[in-house]
């Protein structure tokens, strides 16, 4: 079966030094993986997404995620975080269904 | 495009009351999906349907909920009777019903029940 397990419930960093959001994925086959961004008060949108293409995404706002199937892992990375990177975050994996699994989430808090 | 458009943002309601909750999908999109988002439980799929289909429920809590889809441009999740246990937020998503095709959420309604 598959699972998604987001290693850090929240995350605080200074604006303009890198973020890393870490995400663990089980998975019986080639996994298509996810990151999507939730601010308060919204819905979530798509960040990036990996479907065995390139091992490293390129997604929105500056944030990319290499996938790294010797360490199932898809982690989150941003070189230099803005104010505005404030929010929630979901690592997703889709299981054979095509229904997507969601982790439980990472807050990013960025200080002045 | 609108983008998925949920109503009302905010309800609230009484306990025992009959909670309806609306969707419009993105056009076009032919796969739908409710969502509860709590604290304590994180995401959780409630259900979604393909082509107005239901294709699993198995999320559905329990007989007061239900779920309908009438049309390819409309959804409802009716809660009857309501609870204190149903507060949450409630996103409605679309998606092409292609595998990987990424969701697009609707901006959720708050639903309170006191």
């Known amino acids: 079966a598959q699972s998604v397990t987001q290693l850090d419930s929240h995350v605080s960093v200074s604006e303009g030094t890198p973020v890393l959001l870490r995400c663990n994925y089980s998975?019986?086959?080639?996994?298509?993986l996810f990151w999507y961004v939730q601010h308060p008060n919204k819905g979530l949108q798509l960040l990036l997404k990996?479907?065995?293409?390139?091992?490293l995404v390129k997604g929105i706002n500056g944030f990319e995620a290499e996938f790294k199937k010797s360490e199932t892992s898809f982690h989150l990375t941003k070189p230099s975080a803005h104010m505005s990177d404030a929010a929630e975050y979901f690592c997703?994996?889709?299981?054979?269904?095509?229904?997507?699994?969601f982790g439980q989430g990472t807050t990013l808090q960025v200080k002045p | 495009d609108a983008g998925v458009i949920q109503s009302p943002r905010h309800e609230v309601t009484e306990m025992g009351q009959e909670v309806t909750l609306r969707c419009k999908p993105i056009s076009g999109h032919n796969s739908l999906f409710w969502y509860r988002q709590t604290m304590m439980r994180g995401l959780e799929l409630l259900i979604y349907f393909n082509n107005n289909v239901p294709i699993d429920d198995s999320g559905m809590p329990e007989d007061r909920f239900s779920a309908k889809m009438p049309n390819a441009s409309f959804s409802t999740l009716k809660i009857q009777p309501s609870e204190p246990r149903d507060s949450a937020v409630y996103f409605c998503a679309s998606s092409f019903n292609r595998r990987n095709s990424p969701l697009h959420f609707g901006n959720g309604t708050r639903l309170t029940v006191t």
């Open positions: 998975s019986s086959y080639s996994p298509s």
């Open positions: 997703v994996v889709s299981d054979d269904t095509g229904k997507l699994i």
């Open positions: 990996y479907t065995s293409a390139a091992t």
